[in-house]
């Protein structure tokens, strides 16, 4: 029960935050839904696939970097961890977070090592994952 009351409390804790950043690094206060959109169609033409067939979620932008997870495009089903900067992600079902920036993905070492995002956005973006993971898994 406690589950239930927690989950939609920490989403409208953190959503606006999502929504803040990427009003800050997209030229405007576009929605996150138009935000996600762009990123999607920029992703799927990287893959040489249609839109609608990428099932990703959009988590920010940070310093002009897109932080995203795209299902199907790492393979495993078993649980693992990355740290980076000190922060740890935690994958349970084949996801990879990884940065979308100047046309390519960058996994979240190489976005970081790059200076794309700091250790402060790996915080938040640790934090947002964990809530979104909780509604996956």
């Known amino acids: 029960m406690k589950k239930l009351i927690i989950i939609p409390l920490l989403l409208l804790t953190i959503m606006p935050l999502v929504f803040l950043t990427g009003c800050e690094q997209n030229k405007g206060c576009q929605t996150i839904s138009e935000i996600d959109l762009v990123v999607r169609e920029e992703i799927a033409l990287f893959f040489g696939k249609d839109s609608k067939s990428i099932n990703m979620r959009y988590l920010g932008t940070f310093n002009g970097a897109s932080v995203v997870f795209i299902i199907g495009e790492t393979a495993g089903d078993e649980a693992w961890s990355e740290t980076i ?21 960058h996994n979240l070492q190489e976005a970081y090592e790059r200076n794309f995002l700091t250790r402060s956005n790996l915080r938040t973006v640790v934090r947002i994952w964990e809530s979104i993971d909780i509604l996956i898994n």
């Open 85 to 105: 900067g000190g922060v740890t992600f935690h994958y349970g079902n084949g996801v990879r977070i990884q940065a979308w920036k100047d046309g390519y993905l």
